[in-house]
């Protein structure tokens, strides 16, 4: 049986855990909110960019821009993929590294093998873990989530685009977290480029649209265009793309949030029962010791009074 | 008609107005009711809606697209910026620090880069400034 001391360094010990698992709960419920924020301030302007884009890849030949042309053979793909700087966030980081895992095991285990596969990762996590497993990294962006700004979602696509111009890859993916709401997390493969005839909708967009897209959807044809059609895709698709990747860090970092308040708020309620068995213990410990310690005076009380 | 201004920072405005004027990138232009579905591509500048009531309110934009459709005007700019909720000592400072920037050496890229930030901040002076006499 454990002594009285060792029970009571246990339970401080607990205690001060518990501590730093509110804290924690608590900085990553502040951060939430935040993030969500930017997420909905963020939304009408990506549905309307995506909407025009959707429209005008309809109307407009394929060849008409070279990130909407797909390629007849994929030799080298680009995996972007999305994890956090931080851990202690649940199953978050573990989750979309598996995700990318399986999806470098199966639809693209060709490529792998022909060494024609590179990551590129954001977040401090997805880059160790990649690093050490001898994959080829493109760039590096820890630390992003530190300080998250457009700036880098600019950074990120860039590099994808020009990679992708250049004949450096044919397609790229993103695989990222998706916020839908604070318990969960979809994981998510996104293809980036080339640009899809279809409109590519993540869970969370189809619920969206489907509230949203009920108005009357008859266009026109012939657009007026100014400048022109080169000119307006020039400036439309890079815009296009850059939101894209802000949009997935967003969405990573309000769902990273998420996981951590929830583990976090779980360990909180772990440590409290952890306290409360620990208390019962070093309760039953303390009686007992009182109750030896009656015995022995009363018994020796006894003994003088016979002798 | 119907305008909607949506920016990265959330949507600026939307409602029903009786004209918007935007700058394209060939020229400023003004768009009525019935207006014929169009694309254009808009600059550095200012967006002023005219509401049903006749007021005008004025943005300042640092360039974007104007999409025309049904009498659904929408603006998707990459800052839009309520004249009247301009920061102008912010702005002045980034013209300030713009100018200042421009006077040392650099290479062509940040130089258009700086040239651009310049604009940007005597773009945004600009549509602060005029709208202090305005009586809202």
């Known amino acids: ?307 | 008609m119907l305008v909607e201004i949506v920016s990265p920072s959330g949507r600026v405005f939307s409602g029903e107005a009786s004209r918007v004027k935007a700058p394209g990138v060939e020229g400023s232009f003004e768009v009525l009711r019935n207006h014929a579905p169009m694309i254009s591509a808009i600059e550095v500048g200012s967006i002023v809606v005219t509401n049903t009531g006749g007021d005008a309110i004025t943005f300042a934009t640092s360039g974007g697209f104007v999409e025309v459709q049904n009498n659904h005007v929408s603006v998707i700019a990459e800052t839009a910026e309520l004249a009247t909720q301009i920061d102008v000592d912010r702005a002045k400072a980034a013209e300030e620090r713009a100018v200042a920037a421009l006077t040392g050496e650099m290479d062509a890229q940040t130089k258009a880069k700086m040239v651009k930030a310049l604009d940007r901040s005597r773009n945004r002076l600009r549509v602060a400034m005029s709208n202090v006499g305005a009586n809202r």
Request: hydrophobic share 40%; proline share 3%; aromatic share 8%.
């Open chain 1, 1 to 307: 049986m454990a002594s009285l001391r060792d029970l009571r360094g246990r339970i401080s010990s607990v205690k001060n855990t518990q501590q730093v698992t509110r804290a924690m709960k608590m900085v990553a419920a502040a951060k939430l909110r935040r993030a969500q924020e930017n997420i909905f301030q963020t939304r009408p302007y990506a549905f309307k960019l995506s909407e025009i884009i959707a429209r005008l890849k309809n109307q407009l030949d394929p060849t008409s821009h070279p990130l909407f042309k797909e390629r007849d053979e994929v030799n080298n793909v680009l995996l972007v993929i999305v994890t956090a700087d931080r851990g202690l966030a649940g199953g978050f980081n573990a989750n979309v590294i598996k995700q990318a895992e399986s999806v470098i095991g199966s639809e693209l285990a060709e490529v792998n093998a022909n060494g024609g596969l590179k990551l590129l990762c954001v977040g401090k996590k997805g880059h160790e873990h990649f690093s050490r497993r001898g994959y080829t990294l493109v760039g590096d962006f820890r630390g992003t989530f530190d300080k998250l700004s457009f700036l880098k979602a600019d950074e990120i696509s860039s590099v994808a685009e020009d990679g992708f111009l250049e004949g450096k890859w044919d397609e790229v993916y993103v695989v990222y977290n998706e916020f839908k709401n604070t318990i969960s997390q979809n994981r998510i493969v996104e293809p980036f480029i080339p640009i899809r005839a279809d409109r590519f909708l993540t869970p969370v967009m189809e619920n969206e649209l489907s509230h949203i897209e009920k108005e009357d959807h008859k266009f026109e044809n012939d657009l007026i265009y100014e400048p022109d059609v080169q000119g307006i895709l020039n400036v439309l698709v890079p815009r296009f793309l850059n939101y894209q990747i802000w949009r997935v860090l967003l969405d990573s970092n309000a769902a990273e949030q998420g996981a951590r308040m929830v583990a976090m708020d779980a360990a909180t309620t772990n440590a409290d029962e952890l306290l409360k068995d620990l208390k019962l213990k070093y309760n039953r410990a303390r009686q007992d010791a009182i109750t030896k310690e009656l015995i022995e005076i009363t018994s020796g009380a006894d003994a003088l009074a016979a002798g």
